[in-house]
């Protein structure tokens, strides 16, 4: 007899071996662990760094300053607001558009690796790991909120618009690409031996 639980709704079941069977509370295919999903969460999350250098060189923003449209990369924009001492919005633009994205791509990063090469770490260590993981999926939505919020509110103001174009479409590629690797990712394979 062994204790099986849906990945999706956490329902449990007692069944009498390992085979796939379909969540009968949220008809989610269980399996044993997610077929390629560490290989497939690695090469997303490559994809997602490959896109962050794009989203950061090219101008994501046009800052209007003194009534003359400046383009500007996400840096520069930040840069300008604290320059017109908007310091708050420089802050949550640099937290949810630089900082939190990178955090989140090399900590994604950094634990995919260490399984594909078999690094040997303590349980306690894989634990610490594990929770990461958790605390990044609670917060991988905050940048589109954030940026969609502030892009609407400060449009009010005709002070910056977010411009279209290689950053914008790079930076929204990316946030989903690490989306979707985080979700996707069977953290159950941390437990594997
Ligand atoms: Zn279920």
Not at 39 to 60: D, E, F, H, N, T
Not at 87 to 105: E, Q, R, T, W
């Amino acid at each position: 007899m062994v204790l099986i639980s849906c990945k999706n709704c956490h329902k449990v079941y007692e069944k009498e071996n390992y085979e796939d069977f379909v969540c009968t509370r949220c008809k989610h295919k269980v399996t044993r662990r997610v077929k390629d999903s560490l290989q497939i969460s690695l090469a997303l999350v490559i994809c997602a760094i490959l896109l962050y250098i794009p989203a950061m060189i090219y101008p994501m923003m046009v800052v209007t300053k003194f009534g003359v449209n400046i383009e500007s990369t996400i840096i520069e924009g930040v840069i300008s607001f604290l320059d017109m001492e908007s310091y708050f919005i420089a802050l949550v633009i640099f937290i949810a558009s630089v900082a939190i994205p990178i955090i989140k791509l090399i900590g994604l990063l950094f634990i995919f690796i260490t399984l594909k090469i078999n690094v040997k770490m303590e349980n306690k260590r894989k634990i610490t790991i594990y929770k990461f993981i958790e605390a990044i999926g609670k917060w991988s939505m905050i940048d589109i909120y954030v940026v969609a919020i502030l892009a609407s509110i400060v449009q009010l103001d005709e002070l910056f618009n977010i411009k279209g174009g290689i950053a914008a479409t790079s930076f929204a590629l990316m946030v989903i690409l690490t989306i979707i690797a985080a979700n996707r990712f069977d953290t159950r394979i941390i437990w594997d031996e």
